[in-house]
Antibody, heavy 122, light 104 residues
Framework: QLQLQESGPGLVKPSETLSLTCTVS??????????WGWIRQPPGKGLEWIGN???????YYTPSLKSRVTIAIDTSKRQFSLDLISVTAADTAIYYC??????????????WGQGTLVTVSS | QMAQSPSSLSASVGDRVTITCQAS??????LNWYQHKPGKVPKLLIY???RLGTEVPSRFSASGSGRHFTFTISSLQAEDIATYYC????????FGGGTKVGIK
């Protein structure tokens, strides 16, 4: 059974960098039909997709965060990561990592981590 | 952009519940629906606009293509209390704003 687990600081100061890691277990991170993604949910608000990455390192991001986000992958460690620079209180959210299944025209998030709350505050 | 409505609704157990999503452009059938219960992770209910996910009860259904999409719970159950999201993937990925479903 595939499992994903987010890890990283729960508190980040304004203007600093938010860094999270997602560790994948139970299946390969290098499967050709899968991407790996980050999604967040600010308190009281809806889900927001941040970006996805393929095992070869190819990544794509939501336009509103593209200038501040980097997603990277380390297949040897079965991990992928999220860096978000210059954070503000608006970046306070539960951050989820998830697997994006992609085969032909069919694509969806099928497995999710439990989520980790990151608060931006001094 | 995905315009989802209503943002919230309350219905009685056994009622039929309908949620709509409208895309700002033609997205073919590149649309999914997720259920998100408080304290849980989102769960895929519908993919390819109308295909039922694994082990998803048959009271959930969806339809649509192009710009207009509908999600239906044919007979609302107490365990269906959740927020429901549409998500398009024709152009990058975007979630709708969500519909919070409650019981009257």
């Amino acid at each position: 059974q595939l499992q994903l687990q987010e890890s990283g600081p729960g508190l980040v100061k304004p203007s600093e960098t938010l860094s999270l890691t997602c560790t994948v277990s139970g299946d390969s991170i290098s499967g050709s039909s899968y991407y790996w993604g980050w999604i967040r949910q600010p308190p009281g608000k809806g889900l927001e997709w941040i970006g996805n990455i393929y095992y070869n390192g190819g990544a794509y991001y939501t336009p509103s965060l593209k200038s501040r986000v980097t997603i990277a992958i380390d297949t040897s460690k079965r991990q992928f990561s999220l860096d978000l620079i210059s954070v503000t209180a608006a970046d306070t959210a539960i951050y989820y990592c998830a697997r994006w299944f992609a085969l032909g025209g069919t694509k969806y998030f099928d497995y999710w981590g439990q989520g980790t709350l990151v608060t931006v505050s001094s | 952009q995905m315009a989802q409505s209503p943002s919230s609704l309350s219905a009685s157990v056994g009622d039929r519940v309908t949620i709509t999503c409208q895309a700002s452009q033609d997205i073919n059938n590149f649309l999914n629906w997720y259920q998100h219960k408080p304290g849980k992770v989102p769960k895929l209910l519908i993919y390819d606009a109308s295909r039922l996910g694994t082990e998803v009860p048959s009271r959930f259904s969806a339809s649509g293509s192009g710009r207009h999409f509908t999600f239906t719970i044919s007979s609302l159950q107490a365990e269906d209390i959740a927020t429901y999201y549409c998500q398009q993937y024709a152009s990058l990925l975007t979630f709708g704003g969500g519909t919070k479903v409650g019981i009257k």
